[in-house]
């Protein structure tokens, strides 16, 4: 064996010879282009100079900022970019020690370091420094390309004394990582096959010399290597088996065994059902969270504990920002692995990578304890999750709970006293000093208003301790923080009381629950009667009566004054609503009144032009709406009704001229005529309200149906026109069937004419006032978060590929105004609160495209309605202010005649044309021309009254 050792570093020693004098003509090759490149050099210094200084200050400021806060991840991997573009090797390897003492380091990290380091120490003899690096390099993730980097190293010392034992132990520990791994598996046991290869190479007799008996058994040894290596290859189930094989069979000079064939076939099926998952693995984006889940349970379906293993690293090699990947992984580990070393070491990974889930620490402390790790390791882990910086005050809660039961179960309570008993006691306490100070300055709350950890130091000393008097202290201390009004909590003392305690201090408890009890008073007062029943005498049982029966009136009466106060509350909330939609009304009959005047006067005016003047008596009085009118019908009432969310009415309908359009000056009903539909036709049930479209658009009606056509068949589309004919931006569409509208409110800010179009449920807003549609949500959402601060270029593609960075990405939507422009502000949905959380805490602070961005948990403030405006009349303006119901005029000619005008003095107010506060002489006239029995105070003047007067004059 000595001989077979000496003559295998021989040959080794040989071949490092031939590598070394390779790496020689490199070098001088590498010599001769520098030497080169010389003359050019002198042209460049000044501005390598400058990149120089501007590169050592960038790498200062991230210096002073690692200093401030160390756990900022993406500022060590930018100084560690900078120091290995200046080749400041020291001071990288610094950086990089740092940084891989906060977090796991990714392959491309790990590799570029290893890399720097094997040129560092090429001179050096000892290769130990190395070789620790690489053993951390593999214990943050499973990467085939570091072992096989790896492996490759350690070949460069298998001149040295055991160099090639220690070769193969590498390769196996490779193999037993990563060779399972389907797609870059092989490539670890290729590497293996070709390093016995070259071993057996060097073991070849000379040509045309036979070799001795030694140096046969030497081969024979070697072969077996190889051939075990391909059997144990073609065993496992690995992308291209066939080529391996084949090389195999081309390799052996022997026919394939039967097991041989049985394991490659099995290993064939193998491969061929997970095919799938590796290809949509291939085809998928990253983070490809569902593909790598769906790939796990069925891995966990077929039951091979190490295949498991396999494709978990693997899903957390892309996806190492997972808290529930990581969870699923470490669970899985403590039941039904449960190997010491691999449980630990996954479980420090985890928090390592996500130290920000309470979870994660919580399951660490107890897989060591599990695991019978030493206490000191136990509280230094605990001390950790301490300072990692938990997002939710209840966080801290639940990881002193989990040390407190640690503590708690270390503690032998046959013995009065010992010293886990003395550290759970100053545990507790410490506990409670770390919530309200620490936890309380932080979050504004102590993340524990039902005092759990109290609570539990409470019962461990009643139960274990048998110390009732510290357990009281600590329940009064319960009581004192705004808990002694709740039923529950004096319930689960009394509960404590009964148990470990004594009658006269659960009879205490009892009448302090009654009397400071505001939630559920009736049931501590049937608790303490059932307890006086079944041990108090009858002087207890009249107290006990007496007190329950004044608290329960009590309580009653309190809580008629608060029904009384909502009743109230109530009715005046609904007067309110009734005002409001009185008040919506009259505005609208009063705007509707308006417009029919108008188009009644302006008939008037076309037929004035044309006809003579008639007799000053004849002027027609002013008919009431809807009185002798040809053209009014119920169509105009019925399109208010359909005024839709922004409780806009159409156009009513022209008066016909009798001779009908005057030549050269056609209606402008003509112009555009909007589809009318028979009352009984229209359905608000089965019609949506399409609004903020495009003025200009053409032909509305043919364009909404084609748009709306693929929601189902359309019954018709009413647009909304102006009185001039132009259209108004929005219609009605109305559908054959009820389902229809549930696809086209889908179309909902789908951009039109590069307009978001709103589409919206078609309501009577004179039936439902106070009806509103905001589809997106008013309170906290957890898992999705609002983005500030961007530019207003970015798309929604370059947002998820932002966001996607930190998660799986479910929905985002980029906030525009009415016409379509975005205003810098979106909402972005994750998978679950934890990547929304991550995304935060990577993204607050960012800059993109000189844009500083904003980010926070999604919290919109909560929409509240607000109270109408109150509608002004005709007339209703301040004193001096005669405006209209459509506020200042563009003239602030008076056109109220001189007779009508009233002295300053008075405080006569006109309101909807009535004048009030007036003496009866003073409008005798108009009294008179109104041909009324009714006080003039109180009756309105028609159009004929106001003629009637300026006649007079």
């Not at 692995?337 to 994660?360: E, Q, Y």
């Not at 903020?692 to 019954?715: I, Q, T, Y």
Request: aromatic share 8%.
């Amino acid at each position: 064996m000595a001989a077979k050792g000496n003559e295998e570093e021989t040959q080794l020693q040989e071949m490092e010879e031939e590598a070394a004098a390779t790496g020689v003509e490199r070098e001088m090759e590498s010599d001769e282009e520098e030497g080169m490149g010389v003359e050019d050099s002198d042209e460049e210094d000044d501005d390598s100079s400058d990149d120089e200084k501007e590169n050592e200050a960038e790498i200062q400021r991230l210096e002073e900022q690692l200093s401030i806060n160390a756990f900022d991840y993406n500022c060590h991997v930018d100084l560690i970019k900078l120091l290995r573009q200046e080749g400041e090797l020291l001071r990288l390897r610094r950086a990089r020690q740092k940084m891989s003492e906060l977090f796991p380091l990714t392959e491309e990290i790990w590799l570029d370091w290893l890399k720097d380091e094997i040129r560092m120490t090429e001179e050096e003899p000892n290769r130990d420094k190395v070789n620790e690096l690489f053993e951390k390099a593999v214990k943050d993730y499973i990467c085939p390309e570091i072992w096989l980097e790896y492996a490759q190293y350690s070949i460069g010392g298998m001149g040295a004394p055991g160099g090639i034992e220690r070769v193969r132990a590498i390769f196996e520990r490779a193999l037993t990582a990563v060779g399972l791994h389907m797609t870059k598996g092989a490539a670890v046991w290729e590497a293996f096959r070709e390093f016995e290869n070259a071993i057996m190479s060097t073991m070849q007799p000379p040509p045309g010399s036979v070799a001795a008996r030694e140096q046969q058994e030497l081969l024979n040894t070697q072969l077996g290597r190889i051939h075990t290596l391909f059997r144990r290859q073609l065993a496992i189930p690995l992308m291209d088996m066939d080529a391996t094989y084949a090389e195999y069979e081309e390799w052996s000079d022997k026919d394939m065994p039967e097991t041989v064939l049985a394991q490659y076939k099995k290993a064939s099926q193998h491969m061929e059902a997970s095919k799938p998952f590796e290809e949509a693995l291939l085809v998928a984006e990253p983070p490809k969270l569902a593909e790598y889940q769906a790939y796990i349970d069925y891995e966990q379906q077929e039951g091979d504990p190490a295949r498991i293993q396999i494709i978990f690293e693997r899903a957390l090699a892309e996806n190492c920002l997972v808290p529930d990947m990581w969870a699923k992984y470490t669970k899985y580990l403590d039941r039904q692995l449960k190997i010491r070393d691999l449980v630990l070491s996954s479980h420090d990974r985890a928090v390592r990578n996500c130290p920000w889930t309470m979870g994660l620490w919580k399951n660490y402390i107890l897989a060591l304890e599990r695991h019978g790790a030493e206490h000191q390791t136990v509280s230094e882990i605990f001390e950790k999750a301490l300072n990692a910086g938990f997002i939710q005050a209840t966080d801290y809660v639940d990881i002193w709970q989990a040390y407190l039961d640690y503590l708690r179960r270390r503690v032998d309570f046959s013995k009065e006293s010992s010293r886990e008993l003395e550290e759970l006691r100053t545990a507790f306490t410490r506990a409670l000093d770390y919530m309200k100070q620490d936890v309380e300055e932080r979050f504004s709350e102590s993340g524990d208003p039902s005092c759990t950890i109290m609570q539990i130091w409470a019962r461990v000393e009643a139960l274990h301790c048998k110390n009732m008097q510290k357990a009281r202290e600590l329940w009064d201390s319960i009581m004192m923080k705004g808990n002694a009004k709740y039923a529950n909590m004096w319930l689960e003392y009394y509960n404590l009381e009964r148990s470990y305690g004594d009658s006269l201090h659960c009879r205490k408890a009892l009448h302090r629950a009654v009397q400071c009890t505001a939630d559920y008073p009736e049931h501590v007062c049937e608790v303490l009667l059932l307890f006086e029943r079944v041990e108090g005498s009858l002087a207890d049982w009249d107290t006990a009566v007496q007190k329950t029966e004044t608290r329960l009136a009590r309580v009653n009466e309190q809580r008629a004054k608060v029904a009384e106060k909502e009743a109230l509350q109530a009715r005046q909330e609904e007067e309110k609503a009734e005002q409001r939609r009185r008040a919506k009304a009259d505005k609208k009959a009063q705007k509707k009144s308006q417009r029919k005047a108008g188009e009644k006067r302006k008939a008037e005016d076309e037929e004035d032009e044309e006809d003579e003047w008639g007799d000053d008596s004849e002027q027609p009085t002013k008919r009431h709406r809807g009185e002798g009118e040809p053209g009014f019908t119920g169509s105009e009432e019925l399109m208010e009704t359909e005024s839709g969310l922004f409780g806009r009415k159409g156009p009513g309908p022209r008066k016909a001229d009798a001779a009908g359009p005057k030549k050269g000056r056609p209606a402008a009903s003509d112009a555009r005529k909007a589809p009318e539909a028979a009352p009984d036709a229209r359905n608000d049930g089965t019609s949506v309200f399409v609004s903020n479209l495009s003025f200009s658009m053409e032909d509305p009606e043919k364009r909404l149906r084609e748009l709306f056509l693929a929601c189902g068949p359309v019954e018709q589309v009413r647009p909304v026109f102006s009185s001039k004919g132009a259209f108004r931006g929005y219609c009605y569409v109305q559908f054959q069937e009820r389902g229809a509208v549930a696809q086209a409110l889908r179309l909902d800010r789908q951009e039109v004419d590069s307009r978001p179009m709103f589409v919206s449920p078609c309501v009577d807003k004179n039936k439902n006032p106070d009806f509103k549609v905001f589809k997106y949500s008013t309170s906290l959402e957890k898992h999705k978060i609002f983005i500030s601060g961007l530019p207003y270029s970015c798309s929604k593609e370059q947002l998820e590929e932002l966001c996607r960075q930190h998660g799986t990405v479910k929905d985002i939507r980029l906030v525009t105004n009415r016409s379509g422009k975005p205003k810098g502000l979106a909402y972005v949905e994750f998978e679950d609160e934890a990547q929304a959380s991550l995304a935060v805490l990577k993204m607050d602070g960012s800059v993109v495209q000189d844009h500083t961005l904003t980010v926070a948990i999604s919290n919109p403030p909560r929409r509240s309605d607000k109270p109408d405006a109150p509608t002004r009349s005709l007339g209703s303006a301040l004193p001096g202010q005669l405006y209209g119901a459509r506020g200042k005029g563009r003239t602030q000619l008076s056109l109220l005649p001189r007779s009508l005008h009233r002295p300053a003095g008075l405080d006569a107010k006109a309101e909807n044309g009535t004048l009030q506060n007036q003496s009866a002489g003073s409008v005798g006239g108009a009294s008179a021309a109104g041909g009324s029995g009714l006080d003039a105070q109180t009756k309105p003047l028609s159009n004929a009254d106001f003629a009637r007067l300026l006649l007079k004059k």
